[in-house]
């Protein structure tokens, strides 16, 4: 640490939060841009990064009806990988690897992205062979992955029971080295700094109420903040996409639901890498403070309740206490939802809408925060340009009416 910063550090220690640098704006809203990106969670504000750095963009507005990172982006269990089955999904939840390897030195802000691996257990024969089938495509796509055996896991993770005489022993395992975990919130902060230093008004507390079009063409919203207009509207609002597509007049392939999470009381450090089951339904990793974070599947009914039910959060422990006996002893601490965006396919949607000028990017479902750099740069492009990255091309809406499309329940089996 250098003299200048361990003074900063006292300096402000001791003001109160006083007179601190801000690090983006907060400027009032402009009344036209060249482009209004909806929703200011991580996908939102990548794309305006994206829109900005790469295609020169200069007039762009963030509009977030909250506070960016309150949705799901700050919520989620942060697991990142990329060992999707089909190629669709595999290049693109690869190119997003790609762009989280140098996001840090891109944003020049530490989004603390770890990579300690991932495991996805299997507990039966039929569980085995669809992570052989998952892992070899995989390695076909130059994605890194190989199986390891109950005796490896155990050695890389003493704390897991293998105990072969269990509801779901464990008979193996995909192993992803590159894939890991980032700190959420700092994802959102970095791509906002980055946005706001090239020139994105980034405006929190904005709704949009209404979305404004004259001969099938798009050109403003409606917003608590007043009218804005613009003829190019990117919408990345997650859960509520079905609502923004209500407003513009036409209908979504998503049911929203709530997802849950809880972390424990900090412990010390027993996990050094991350553990999905799609058996027993539950993830788990530790954070760097020594919460183990812990997570699993979809709430069953459909609804925008930021909570979740009781019986999945509790049926989330029961799995998790399956897997490592021992966290049967630590006491879990908090708890919360998110609403995710489900399609039937757990494929993502991404593209032009039936109104010109206005795309959407949406049904990330229960696994979209891996994807947030990778999503927001396809998506910039495809607004940019008014059509697709040959990356985003196979996520169009037009693959529910032309039946292309591209199931990946398996890979994103845990949550969904
Ligand atoms: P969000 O972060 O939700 O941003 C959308 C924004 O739009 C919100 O801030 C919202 O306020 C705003 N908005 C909505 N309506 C309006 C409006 N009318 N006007 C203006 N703004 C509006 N994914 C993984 O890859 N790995 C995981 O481990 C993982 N775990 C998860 C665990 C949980 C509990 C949850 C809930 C999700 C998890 N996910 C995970 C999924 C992941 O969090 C999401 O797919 C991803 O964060 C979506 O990012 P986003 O920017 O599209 O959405
Ligand atoms: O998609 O990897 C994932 C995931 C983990 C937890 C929720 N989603």
Aim: hydrophobic share 40%; proline share 4%.
């Amino acid at each position: 640490m250098t003299k200048y910063s361990i003074f900063s550090l006292a300096r402000n220690a001791i003001s109160y939060h006083q007179n601190w640098e801000q690090a983006w704006r907060s400027p009032e809203p402009q009344k036209q841009y060249d482009v209004i990106i909806i929703g200011g969670g991580g996908h939102g504000l990548a794309t305006a990064y994206y829109l900005a750095k790469e295609h020169g963009i200069q007039k762009i507005a963030v509009l977030e009806k909250g506070w960016i990172g309150g949705g799901n982006t700050g919520r989620n269990t942060t697991i990142v990988r990329s060992n999707y089955l089909w190629d669709e999904s595999a290049h693109l939840y690869e190119k997003s690897m790609k762009l989280w390897e140098g996001l840090s030195q891109d944003l020049n802000y530490n989004v603390m992205f770890s990579q300690r691996g991932v495991y996805n257990l299997g507990h039966s024969l039929q569980d085995m062979r669809d992570i052989e089938r998952r892992v070899n495509a995989n390695r076909l796509n130059g994605i890194d992955g190989y199986i390891v055996s109950p005796e490896e896991i155990k050695r890389a993770i003493p704390a897991i029971n293998i105990d072969q005489g269990c509801r779901y022993p464990i008979m193996g395992a995909s192993f992803q080295p590159r894939a890991g975990v980032a700190r959420h919130d700092a994802v959102a902060w970095g791509f906002a700094r980055g946005a706001d230093k090239r020139g994105v008004d980034i405006i929190q507390n904005c709704e949009v109420t209404a979305i404004n079009q004259s001969n099938g063409e798009v050109s403003g919203v409606e917003t608590t903040r007043g009218t804005i207009s613009s003829t190019k509207i990117g919408v990345v609002v997650a859960g509520h996409c079905s609502v923004l597509a209500e407003m513009a007049g036409f209908r979504m392939p998503i049911e929203s639901h709530p997802l849950q999470a809880l972390v424990s009381e900090p412990i010390k450090p027993v996990l050094d890498t991350v553990v999905m089951s799609n058996a027993v339904h539950g993830y788990v990793s530790q954070s760097d403070k020594g919460d183990l974070v812990i997570g699993a599947g979809i709430d069953s009914y459909n609804g925008y309740g930021q909570r979740g039910s009781f019986s999945s959060i509790e049926h989330t422990v029961a799995a998790i206490v399956e897997l490592f006996p021992i966290f049967s002893r630590v006491r879990m601490n908090r708890q919360w939802g998110g609403i995710v965006d489900t399609t039937p396919d757990a494929c993502p949607i991404i593209g032009n809408t039936p109104v010109k000028g206005l795309y959407f990017n949406c049904g990330w479902g229960t696994g979209g925060f891996k994807a947030t750099p990778g999503s927001g740069w396809v998506f910039a492009q495809n607004v940019a340009k008014g059509e697709p990255h040959e990356l985003n091309s196979a996520f169009a809406l037009g693959r529910f009416v032309s039946g292309f499309l591209i199931d990946e329940h398996g890979a994103a089996g845990v949550a969904h």
